[in-house]
T-cell receptor
Framework: KQEVTQIPAALSVPEGENLVLNCSFT??????LQWFRQDPGKGLTSLLL?????REQTSGRLNASLDKSSGRSTLYIAASQPGDSATYLC??????????FGAGTRLFVKA | DTAVSQTPKYLVTQMGNDKSIKCEQN?????MYWYKQDSKKFLKIMFS???????INETVPNRFSPKSPDKAHLNLHINSLELGDSAVYFC?????????????????FGPGTRLTVL
């Protein structure tokens, strides 16, 4: 049974700092991994999707990596800003119906 | 131009009532989903609907039933509401290919419906 864990559960950093959020999964038989952002009281915004054949994806200040064999993904945020404050969720897709979410990392960037 | 929309945004109702939440996507996707986010913010998939094939998470009570009038809509009906049904319900959609394909089954979410059962 697939389990997805995100560490840390919460993170507070000063503005301008580079930071890394971690996502680990127990079953490496996945087709892709997706990172989302959720603002309080809002829906999920897709940030990056990495297919199982890829090692990383970049969008602006965000870079996501995937090491399928070790069951790990990282989301790197460069030069963090107060507007980056949100909950970040990772989800793995194992085909068909099987999308499993982590519990998320709550990020707070202090001005 | 909203990609995945849900109505209503908020729903407050009494225990025992029957209610529906509507979802529409204009992305041309072939698969739609319903998720439940509980008070601890944990997201769990409830249903997946693709080309008239419904896949149900076995943990979902049969009081919950999705109905899809067409590929762009997936509504959620809930009968005999209970206190424990209070949560935020999210609709999502994707273009599903067996192994991910070019779109990679990237999922796009609606804004959510906050259901409160009193």
């Amino acid at each position: 049974k697939q389990e997805v864990t995100q560490i840390p559960a919460a993170l507070s950093v000063p503005e301008g700092e580079n930071l890394v959020l971690n996502c680990s999964f127990t079953d490496s038989a996945i087709y892709n991994l997706q990172w989302f952002r959720q603002d309080p009281g809002k829906g999920l915004t897709s940030l990056l999707l990495i297919q199982s054949s890829q090692r990383e994806q970049t969008s602006g200040r965000l870079n996501a990596s995937l090491d399928k064999s070790s069951g790990r993904s990282t989301l790197y945020i460069a030069a963090s800003q107060p507007g980056d404050s949100a909950t970040y969720l990772c989800a793995v897709w194992g085909g068909g119906f099987k999308t499993i979410f982590g519990a998320g990392t709550r990020l707070f960037v202090k001005a | 131009d909203t990609a995945v929309s849900q109505t209503p945004k908020y729903l407050v109702t009494q225990m025992g009532n029957d209610k529906s939440i509507k979802c529409e996507q204009n992305l041309g996707h072939d698969t739609m989903y319903w998720y439940k986010q509980d008070s601890k913010k944990f997201l769990k998939i409830m249903f997946s609907y693709n080309n008239k094939e419904l896949i149900i998470n076995e943990t979902v009570p049969n009081r919950f039933s999705p109905k899809s009038p067409d590929k762009a809509h997936l509504n959620l009906h809930i009968n005999s509401l209970e206190l424990g049904d209070s949560a935020v319900y999210f609709c999502a959609s994707s273009h599903l290919t067996p192994t991910g394909g070019r779109s990679g089954n990237e999922q796009f979410f609606g804004p959510g419906t906050r259901l409160t059962v009193l």
